[in-house]
């Protein structure tokens, strides 16, 4: 399983890819959305990637909506991993096609629930 | 009862030093609760009798239980996100052929601080086939204190991050400063009330559905079949039992019969049995 991970926080970015490399992932990193469709775009076929909201050149939910609107990428399952709480932000980042919503801050056993969820945890570690 | 200072600190102690988890102050009542099945289990009167035993004798296996006991069972939404799904897609559209009167009753065994009460409500009214029927969830627990929690059915950011789709959030949720209110749709069909499953059960009426997941663990073998044979008498002879993924009647209550349910199972009464 693949992940790419976009946030522009370094340490966050190490924070989420070593849960899932923990789980069994390859991780690839970008700093925004601008770099994150640049890593699709050279072919990089991740299952998952994790974006944060609030990211300086392209921000997170404008990043879902290129995603989606790229049917190459339709396979990615995307989820918005954010410190931005709100009920209509959530609903927001749905509608433009997140597939799952993590708030920040959270712990490695809620971001592996989600996967859970997601049916994204690699069978070695399903429960 | 309630713990004691002391013994919460050394039991905090233990754990932060074990699983490198804290237990803030105020999780006093997860302490009690999760650890009064270990204490009963152990023959010690209470949790505070349970803890100063410990605290006497070193004993490396009651340690790892009471760190199991406060870190594997964090609650989360959907917990084991399986078991609602065969809810969802097979137990209630089954349900819903057998019942006429568009009525269900499930019993939530050990049901802490509300999760999976709340979680099998929102599986029901995300079920096509029982739209509209009368939901009564009765969600028990031995103690007071996350009923309390349970009943006001708020949660925090990090509670509401475990296990509970993104969507699921948006529908049945509010916002409440920092934290998320359960929608009255979904509420008003729970009733808390308090339980003690080593004592004959009160009259409860008869359910379609029981849950008893992930507590039978904590009870030594002639407890858990005694428990498994007042569940009989109270789950209608076509209902479904919901044990933890670790659990099984096998060996200790063959009345019951494991049906695979999806990627889950769940057990029905045997037919000699009903």
Redesign the interface.
């Known amino acids: 399983m693949r992940a790419l991970v976009v946030d522009d926080s370094r340490a966050m970015r190490r924070i989420v890819a070593r849960i899932l490399t923990d789980l069994g992932y390859e991780v690839a990193e970008a700093g925004d959305g601008q770099q994150a469709l640049e890593v699709l775009a050279s072919g990089a076929k991740p299952d998952l990637a994790c974006i944060d909201w609030n990211m300086p050149v392209m921000d997170g939910l404008t990043l879902v909506v290129k995603v989606r609107e790229n049917p190459q990428w339709r396979d990615v399952t995307l989820m918005m991993v954010t410190t931005e709480?709100?009920?209509s932000q959530?609903?927001r980042?749905?509608a433009a096609g997140?597939h799952?919503?993590?708030?920040k801050?959270?712990?490695p056993?809620?971001l592996r629930?989600?996967l859970?969820?997601l049916g994204l945890l690699p069978s070695a570690v399903a429960? | 009862m309630s713990i004691a200072p002391e013994a919460f600190t050394f039991v905090r102690d233990l754990v932060r030093r074990e699983s490198a988890i804290v237990l803030d102050a105020g999780k006093e009542y997860l302490v009690e609760s999760r650890l009064t099945p270990l204490a009963r289990h152990a023959g010690e009167g209470d949790v505070n009798a349970y803890v100063r035993s410990l605290q006497v004798r070193h004993d490396p296996v009651r340690s790892r239980q009471v760190v199991e006991a406060l870190t594997t069972n964090?609650t989360?939404w959907?917990r084991?996100?399986d078991p609602f799904t065969a809810l969802r897609t097979e137990v209630l559209p089954e349900l819903a052929k057998a019942r006429t009167n568009r009525q269900l009753r499930i019993w939530c065994a050990a049901c802490s601080s509300g999760q999976e009460p709340y979680s099998v409500v929102m599986s029901a009214l995300d079920t096509p086939a029982v739209a509209g029927w009368k939901l009564d969830v009765v969600a028990t627990d031995l103690n007071e204190e996350v009923l309390q929690r349970a009943r006001r059915g708020t949660y925090s950011?990090?509670e509401?991050?475990?296990?509970l789709?993104?969507?699921t959030?948006?529908k049945h949720?509010?916002?409440e400063g920092a934290s998320w209110r359960i929608s009255p749709a979904v509420s008003s069909a729970v009733t808390f009330r308090p339980l003690n499953l080593m004592r004959p059960f009160p009259p409860m009426g008869t359910f379609d559905v029981v849950f008893l997941r992930n507590v039978l663990i904590y009870f030594d073998l002639p407890t858990k079949r005694d428990i498994l044979r007042r569940v009989r008498r109270v789950l209608s002879p076509d209902g479904y039992l919901f044990l933890g993924?670790a659990e099984m009647t096998m060996g200790v209550d063959d009345s019951w019969q494991r049906v695979p349910a999806g990627r889950s199972s769940v057990y029905r009464i045997r037919g000699e049995e009903r």
């Open positions: 709480s709100e009920h959530i609903v980042a749905l997140a799952e919503y993590l708030i801050p959270f712990t056993d809620s629930d989600k859970d969820l429960s | 964090e989360s959907f084991d996100a950011q990090l509401v991050n475990r296990g789709p993104a969507t959030l948006v949720f509010t916002r993924a």
